[in-house]
Every structure is written in structure tokens, then in C-alpha cells.
């Protein structure tokens, strides 16, 4: 089995950062194209973040392009969400996820594999 386990949030206020860690694990692990989301009170669930396997291309929505950065150390079967800026409408439980695949995934029915989460609250 595959386990993604997410870990680095926290309460932050408003311009400030936050790095989330996403550690893979599992006898069939692989280190395939992974992606963050967030999900806010009452909203849907919503990447902000992919990266393909080899960590060479990435994708950001616009609504944290500029602001977040997604990486991956395969050393340490970890992908990074560097966040900063944040604002209080970054408020949300993010989730990373994996998907089968080599390539760059934007859609979110190709992600397969999904951590717990791990709250971000970011305060006025």
C-alpha cells in the first residue's frame, strides 16, 4: 500500500509563510506526477499546486501563481508546498496526492492516492 502523509501546517497570520511536507511510503511507492489541494469551510476542493515525476514542470493556479511553490526532493520521497504571502482566503485543509503517472496532471480524477490533510490557518 501507498501512504501520503502530510505535515507543516498551522495557525499563521495574514503575509506570512508556510511550508507544508508531503512523505511518500509504501512497498509500491513511486515517486509519480503529485499535487497539492485545499479544501476551505464550505468550498469545494481545489489543487493549487502539481508537479510531474522528475520535479522539471509545474502548475499553479492563478489564484496562488506567485505566491506558492511546489518541489520535490526524490532523496527524501517528499514533495514541498512552499506558501507565503498567505492570505486568510488560503484558509483550508490541504491535501497532497499522488497520481499514477509520469507527466505534469491538472486534472483532479487522475490523482488516486490522497494524504489526511493538514490544516492552514491563516489569521487576519
Known amino acids: 500500500q501507498v501512504q501520503l502523509v502530510e505535515s507543516g501546517g498551522g495557525l499563521v497570520q495574514a503575509g506570512g509563510s508556510l511550508r507544508l511536507s508531503c512523505v511518500g511510503s509504501?512497498?509500491?511507492?513511486?515517486?509519480?506526477?503529485t499535487a497539492w489541494f485545499r479544501q476551505g469551510p464550505g468550498k469545494e476542493r481545489d489543487m493549487v499546486a502539481a508537479i510531474d515525476r522528475s520535479g522539471g514542470s509545474t502548475y499553479y493556479p492563478d489564484s496562488v501563481k506567485g505566491r506558492f511553490t511546489i518541489s520535490r526532493d526524490h532523496s527524501k520521497n517528499t514533495v514541498y508546498l512552499q506558501m507565503s504571502s498567505l492570505k486568510p482566503e488560503d484558509t483550508a485543509v490541504y491535501y497532497c496526492?499522488?497520481?499514477?503517472?509520469?507527466?505534469?496532471?491538472?486534472?483532479?480524477?487522475?490523482?488516486?492516492?490522497w494524504g489526511q490533510g493538514t490544516q492552514v490557518t491563516v489569521s487576519s
Open positions: 496526492a499522488l497520481a499514477p503517472k509520469f507527466g505534469l496532471q491538472t486534472i483532479a480524477a487522475m490523482y488516486t492516492t
Open positions: 509504501g512497498r509500491t511507492f513511486d515517486p509519480y506526477a
